[in-house]
Every structure is written in C-alpha cells, then in structure tokens.
C-alpha cells in the first residue's frame, strides 16, 4: 500500500445525476476503490425510461470496457456495419464500412438506447457495497466547507417536507443539460454558446428500412427534408431525426409528421406502414461551460457542454469526461498526482470541447442542409474521403480511428512525469487533424 492510499487525499465522492454517465463514474471508481464512499443524487424518481441517444463511439466502448460492462451492452445492442450520405431520393454518395476494424480492435461503435445502459449500470452497481444511489433527491444549494476540507449540497427530499444535506470530497455535477450544480455555480443563464435556428424533430418508429437496401445508418442532404435514419435495436426500431420549419409550436410540427415522413422515407409511407413510439421537437445546442472544476466541484458530461447530435459527439464526448475525470481521480488516489490534476481535466475536456466536439459537430449538421446536394461528391471534403476509404483499407481503418482523439492519457502529468510533460494546449492540438475521420458516422 502507497503512503497516498494509507493516508488517502480522499474517501467519499457525491455524484449528482443518476443518469448513465454519473452510473458509469461510480462504476469505474468503485471497482478500483472499494473503500471509498460513493453517493448519487438525483431528482428522478427512477433511471429515465425514455430511449434517448444510442451510439458510442470507440472511445466510448472503451470506457465501458474498463467499467466491464461492454459484453453486456454488445449481447443487448449491436454493432453497426455501415454508414453512409445519401440523396433525399434514397441516391448513394459515400459511406464507412465499420467491418474494417473487425480484428483491429475490440473497442468499436456500438448502438444500445440509453436508457438500457443505464439498467445495465445499475445491476452491476448492486455488487458494490460502497455505492447508493438517492433517487428523488433533488438539489437546492450546494457549498464548500474549506475548514473542513468538504463539499456539500442540500437537498429535498420527495415525498418528505424535509432539506439533507450530504457532503463529500468532491462533487461531480453530472446532471445534464439543465444541470442545477452548473447553474448554481454559473448563475441560471451562463452556459456561453450558441442555439441553433435549425429546428430537429426526433422520432422512434419501426418501419422496414431494409427491403429499400439502407444501411444501418444514413444521412440524407437535402435544404429542406434533411434528415438522419439508423437502426437503434435489433428488434427493428429506428431513430429519425429531421429538420423542420422553424417559428411552429410542438403541436404543429407534431401534427406535420405524417406529411414530412411521405415526403422523406423510402417508399413516401403513409402512417398505416409504420409505427412510431416516441417523438420529440427539440432545439439544438452548441455551449460549453467556463469551467468544468471550481473547487470541490466538478462538472461532466452534459452538465458540462453540448452539442448537435449528428455525429455522436455529445454522449462519447461526455463518456470520455468520464473516463478522464476516473484517471485524475485515482491519480490522486494513489498518489501520483496532487489536486492540480483535476485542472488539467478541466482544461483537457474543454479543450476537446472547442477544438474537435464543437467545430466538427457542427460540420455534421450542416452538411445535410447547407450544400447542394448534386454536386455535394465534387465539393465536399468529407465525402470526398468517405469514397476514398471505399478503396483504401489502411486509410479507411486511419480514418476510423480518428475518434480516439476525444481521449486523453493524463499520465504525463503525473508527478514523476511533469517535468518533461507536454503543455496541455500542444497535446491536444497535435491530436485535432486526425479526428475528422470517423467522428462524422454515428448520432446521439
């Protein structure tokens, strides 16, 4: 045992947020720290049983490798073979073909609901005793106590007229996109960046893509009838997401479905051909918080930062917070690093933030509705090197490795390494021009 573990910089960590990225924290700490007390807070009376994202990129997969959960997230999802651009008239561009890596690597994209993972996260948190989850805790204020080297929130309690207040070492806010630990920190409206005018419509439905010859997942370029359509579970169901009129209410672009769906879909079903289980108007984001640690607190995921979700930035973005946040932690754990490496996280993942998640998300998105899409082939960089992967294997397997660039190996910064370490700014600068590649394939 190292003096740091003996004499540990830290035995209790409050995650708020039991939504799969504040399970997934507690999963990956818990399984290294056994004797450290982890505690989860959230609003919600249960895990959120709304499908929601679906893709993890490989960076993801290898976090929920590490976490020993990917078996079981692979046995109840699946693994996508292809995707690819299309025309509105159902026309092939250019596409990726996922079977390159097979035997490559074992951490490849992987489609799973959300809302599985996060049954999957709690069944395994059950074997690990030093682990409780707080449903309907919702969180009202929060505090440093520095004489006492704690951090604290309060919250209410449902169903009870009654305020706790829990403490720990650290606090990690990973309470989405309305996070209240952000807002209190930042103040309600500071999250800077930007809300798309574009309006998306997001959709579940079972409809039979296949006997059209579409590949697991496609983009269609159109100006107006731009969309998104992946198969999202082995049973047949499958996410599409559109662009609508902007200025209409909910009701009205729910009302507009059927029509937009004759129009777009192979085949212009009318709504007796298929059957949708969710739909959802939603607006679309682009922001990122000033910081991501203040103190005793921590931020994560999307309580952190936001993007569109063409191209699946926003949940492997997220999950690699998670992962980094994991490697600082028991780097200070055991010693290797002091609590300055919790500064180097908040600079890495912001960084990864502006310089890969933020530009080439939105790249993702306006490629379907800002070109024209007849000669998209001859002036689309992008598409121009999906054909080339057609043809290159090696070159399709570099492309398709671009997205570990949204990792981050921290050990330069451990103690022993710092003094010859790289300048945060020059590591993740260097790995920005390979990203490009494959982050463009998948949705949220």
Partial sequence: MSAAESNPPFDSILIVGAGPSGLLLALLLARQLPKIEITLVDANDGLDTRPRATHYG???????????????????????????????????????DGSVMEGITEDRLVCLPLDRLGKILVDHLKSHPNVSIKWGHNVTGLGEDAERSKAWVDVDIKDQSSTRRFEADYVVGCDGANSQVRRTLFGDLNFPGRTWDEQVVATNVYYDFDKFGYEDSQFHIHPEHWYMAARITRDGMWRVSYGELVGLSPEELIARQPTKYEVMLPGHPKPHEYRITNIGPYKIHQRCAEKMRVGRFLLAADAAHLCNPFGGLGLTGGICDIGSLHDCLIAMYEGKADDSILDVYDEVRRQKWRELIDPISSDNIRRLFGQDPEVALENDEFLKMCKRTEIDIE????????????????????????????????????EAHIAVGAVSGVID
Avoid at 82 to 93: E, P, S
Avoid at 414 to 419: G, I, P, Q, R, W
């Fill in 58 to 96: 490989p960076p993801a997969a290898y976090e929920l490798r590490r976490a020993g959960i990917i078996e079981d997230v692979k046995s109840q999802g699946f693994i996508p073979k292809k995707v690819c651009w299309r025309k509105l008239d159902g026309t092939y561009l250019a596409g990726l």
């Fill in 395 to 430: 070159f399709a397997r570099q492309v398709q490795s671009g997205m570990d660039a949204l990792r981050y190996d921290f050990t330069p910064h451990f103690k022993e390494n710092v003094t010859r370490g790289p300048h945060v700014e020059q590591a993740v600068k260097g």
